[in-house]
């Protein structure tokens, strides 16, 4: 070794060359190998190693490169990567790097039950899940965890979790509300020491869209388990259904706003007993349009360049009138439909596209008396009688001289008509001055069979009965605007009554008309797929002639029973 050292010491002169000090000392070694001195064998080997060669390369020519220009090294360095990393690998996986756990003690209960910490930062939202107290031993335990909430997102929150203590307090004895109030006073991390639930629920649940069939506000709710984590919904509102796991109050969020945290919503179940409660506490109150009389029959069809535009006969809206004054006809016959339309509290609805070779979906528009739906109905009808029309009504009175049958009305007889009512293939009918008058679903078949959009008005209860597989109705509120808007707008404008043909509106008929509004709203807001409001006429016309074109070509969404089964109705 001395000899090395004192060799190395004397040729240190760096210009030598690492490589040559190496090749010397490698001699050395060598004669040393031979005379079986020990430990000189590895060291040998060692200096010997292609790694350690090309590093003292590397070191040569680093050196170069600082006295004369940059040399490319790459070959070299790669040999150094591969080499040492290989090296590096192996000392590292030799190891054991685990640390030493001390050993268990001998005296664990076998029922010991494991107990995890859990801290979940709160900046100013909700935790997304509620507590309850177990009736019979008294623990609080995790009751939801609210999809997307807080407590949802850090997976580490489950229902059926025992609390044992949060922020350091225990909970034993506690009351669910005393909790709550540590939680509402925790600022930043909450802590909870919890046991968790044994055997977690597994999640099989399918998302399932929904449109809610009446109002719904949890502030409102004395029943709601946690009023703060309801979802407050408006009827016709579509719903995405998260989680039903619960019988009774089910975990929704609305489609308009799907990156929100689900909210409560009652489950098909409850809302239905509590809609049942309302309903009878609410006898039905038809809203009250202008008073019936007798009147001559006249034709309030328009004709322009000889297009004879059906169905804005006036007899047929009178009698429709009367019809919803008097709660007969239409309302009369179907009251399990209208009821069970309002008893159902969530319609499974899907989103439907209408293929192009399909057949249109039928327009139908709604409003109250005098609102300009027939106005909005003519104009949509004349700006392209090609691409719309409406539907012939039929009716048992007699045949005109000027008219056609099948052009102003189909004509019929009585038994007829009668038959056409029982195999439900009426719309809606009603009676005037002795005559029966009504709209059929084969009236609305042969404008859609001939590839038109069909346009026709009901009144609001005869949607149910349009709400079918085959016709696929797309329903329009036509909506008064302000008292104060329409005693501008409908200066010139003229109502039909039973006593005059042209009428200026008076003050009590733009009333009833908003008072009417309101009604139709109340009860049937559910099923209106859009709503117009007619305050400028223009306008009026240009949103309803974009909707209609919405509702041909662009998804919508609609009952699933109308997609997924073809028997349905
Ligand atoms: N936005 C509007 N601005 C001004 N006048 C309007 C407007 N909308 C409709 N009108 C006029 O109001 C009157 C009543 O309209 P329309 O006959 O269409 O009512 P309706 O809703 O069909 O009711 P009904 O079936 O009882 O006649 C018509 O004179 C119509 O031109």
Known sequence: MFRWCKFISTKTNILLGLSHILTLVLQELNLLCKRDVNGVGM??????SHWLQALLKIYECLQNYLGKRPMPVTLQARALNREAMLSAHDTVAQKDFEPTLPPLP???PENEEAMRIVCLVKNNQPLGATIKRHEITGDITVARVIN??????SGLLYAGDKLVEVNGVPVEGLEPEQVINILALSQGTIMFKLIPVSDR??????TLYVRAMADYCPLQDPAIPCADAGLPFKKGEILQIVDQNDALWWQARKVSDLSACAGLIPSNHLLKRKQREFWWSQPFQPHLCLKS???EEDILGYRTSCLHF??????????RRKSWNNQQSCYARCPSSCYSALAAPYEEVVRYQRHPADRNRLIVLVGPAGVGVNELRRRLISSNPREFQSAVPHTTRVQKSYEMNGREYHYVSKETFENMVYSHRMLEYGEYKGYLYGTSVDAVRTVLDEGKICVIDLEPQGIQIARTHELKPYIIFIKPSSISCMRQTRKNARIITDYYVNMKFKEEDLQEMEDSA???EDQFGQFFDQVIVNDNLQEASAQLLSAVHRAQDEPQWVPAMWICSDTQP
């Open 148 to 153: 997307g909430g807080l407590a949802d997102r």
């Open 310 to 319: 059906t169905g804005f006969r006036r007899s047929m809206r009178l009698c």
């Open 43 to 48: 060291l040998y080997d060692l200096l010997r």
């Open 106 to 108: 001998d005296n664990i």
């Open 201 to 206: 629920p597994v999640s099989n649940q399918t």
């Open 518 to 520: 309101k009604k139709m």
């Open 293 to 295: 009389s007798i009147l």
